[in-house]
């Protein structure tokens, strides 16, 4: 279940964090009139958390990381990317292409004064951080985790079926997450929007980016392609595996430990 579910990202519940942080919940009304839920809380440098697919902002909650983030000092900011959340569920393709997802990113970081900013992405989020590598020129350093090298096709066959089976097309082996996403009353046909507009990036616009970069997978997910081998593209690029599969690396102790390590570097 966990090659076909490649994106689902389940979390569990972490302990608080005793901080004083400013907590503010909002909507940004994007380049397109789409709505975006966004939090921000904490003080100090923004880092920028992109979540995967079939989940939302509010997953990142249950990570060690976002409890870490705000006790290190940083000013932790997340979104609900259109079709997610409670952000606007689109159900018009065109809505999901021309990288909306990076763009509204860009729109609501400089609505928020954000001069300069780390981001972390993880599975489907580390493909719209490396669009973000590309087009805003005020990313610092990045985060790819459970990621690998396959995004950058831009006919990837596993992104091509989960759009087929989303649009109910039969395929056996991706019924267990068409009926997660059904149970879970998630919006199915802006889902199916999202993996058919899904942006790559090529390995030649990769080679270009020389911001510093962690690229981090579990030590037993390569579902996604290699992941050192997308290190290697990159030319300041560190690597590092951590215990756990694709589910639930992103939530670990030891994930968060590498990530603010390498954020806190300068």
């Given at each position: ?5 490649y994106f ?6 972490c302990c ?21 839920h966004y939090?921000v809380?904490?003080?100090?440098e923004p880092?920028l ?6 989940v ?6 249950r ?8 006790v290190a000092g940083f000013?932790?900011?997340t979104l ?6 409670l952000?606007d569920?689109p159900?018009?393709p ?8 990076a763009?509204d ?5 400089t ?20 669009r973000l590598l590309?087009?805003d020129k005020r990313?610092?350093?990045a985060?790819l985790?459970g990621?690998g ?10 992104r091509i ?8 097309e ?10 997660y996403v ?5 919006d199915?046909l ?5 993996q058919?507009?899904?942006p790559s ?17 579990g030590?037993?997910d ?5 992941s050192?081998t ?5 030319p ?9 599969d694709h589910?639930?690396t992103?939530r670990s102790?030891?994930f968060?430990?590498?990530v603010?390590?390498?954020l806190?570097k300068k």
């Open positions: 279940m966990k090659k076909i579910l689902l990202y389940v979390m569990l519940p608080g964090f005793s901080q004083q942080v400013k907590d503010s919940v909002k909507f940004y009304t994007s380049f397109d009139g789409v709505k975006i939090e809380q904490g003080f100090g880092v958390l992109v979540h995967g697919f079939i939302d902002g509010e997953s990142w909650k990570t060690a990381l976002y409890n870490d983030l705000l000013k932790v900011i609900d990317m259109r079709g997610n959340g952000s569920k159900h018009t065109e809505a999901y292409e021309n990288d909306a997802e763009r990113i860009m729109g609501l970081l609505r928020l004064g954000v001069r300069k900013y780390s981001v972390v992405g993880y599975s489907r989020g580390s493909i719209i951080t490396a590309v087009l990313v610092d350093r985060v985790g990621m090298l396959d995004f950058t096709n831009p006919e990837w066959p596993r079926m989960f759009y087929k089976a989303l649009m109910g039969d395929i056996p082996d991706l019924q267990g997450a068409v009926k059904q149970d879970s009353k998630l199915q802006a889902l199916a929007y999202l058919k507009a899904q990036t090529s390995v030649e616009a990769l080679k270009a980016i020389s911001n510093p970069i962690l690229v981090i997978c030590d037993r390569e579902d996604n392609g290699s050192q997308l290190a290697s593209v990159f300041n690029a560190m690597y590092k595996r951590v215990p756990g589910n639930n992103a102790q030891a968060a430990d590498e603010k390590s390498f806190k």
